[in-house]
């Protein structure tokens, strides 16, 4: 498996992950997150390979589509660029740092 595919499964998991079923999250998080085998999962459920295979897939896509229209995962990778820019450019600037501090925190990146 693609390590830059499971990456992003994983990161979009914890953004979308309140959207799922739990069947769906169960298998995402088991298939990505602790990277065990189809085998493994359906063994697990007492469902087939090919069915975990199958919901796995399909979640997938529903994860890139919740993704391409709600845009949170990108929009915060482009605010954690501007705030490491802005965090090197103003190091000097205390209040500028306690505002990025605190809008750090709301983002979770802290």
Same mark, same amino acid.
């Given at each position: 498996?693609?390590?830059?595919?499971? !990456?992003?499964? !994983?990161?979009?998991?914890?953004? /979308?992950?309140?959207?799922?079923t739990d069947k769906q999250m169960n298998y995402?998080?088991?298939? /990505?997150?602790?990277?065990?085998?189809?085998?493994?999962?359906?063994?697990?459920?007492?469902?087939?390979?090919?069915?975990?295979?199958?919901?796995?897939?399909?979640?997938?896509?529903? @994860?890139?589509?919740?993704?391409?229209?709600?845009?949170?995962?990108?929009?915060?990778?482009?605010?954690?660029?501007?705030?490491?820019? @802005?965090?090197?450019?103003?190091?000097?600037?205390?209040? @500028?740092?306690?505002?990025?501090?605190? @809008?750090?925190?709301?983002? !979770?990146?802290?």
């Amino acid at each position: 498996m693609e390590i830059e595919k499971t !990456n992003r499964m !994983n990161a979009l998991f914890e953004f /979308y992950a309140a959207l799922l079923t739990d069947k769906q999250m169960n298998y995402i998080e088991l298939y /990505y997150a602790d990277d065990y085998s189809l085998a493994e999962i359906a063994e697990e459920f007492g469902v087939s390979r090919q069915a975990v295979y199958d919901n796995i897939k399909r979640t997938e896509k529903i @994860l890139e589509a919740y993704e391409m229209k709600l845009h949170m995962y990108s929009d915060y990778i482009v605010r954690s660029e501007i705030f490491d820019e @802005l965090i090197e450019k103003y190091s000097d600037d205390t209040f @500028l740092q306690e505002k990025l501090s605190i @809008l750090m925190s709301i983002d !979770n990146r802290d």
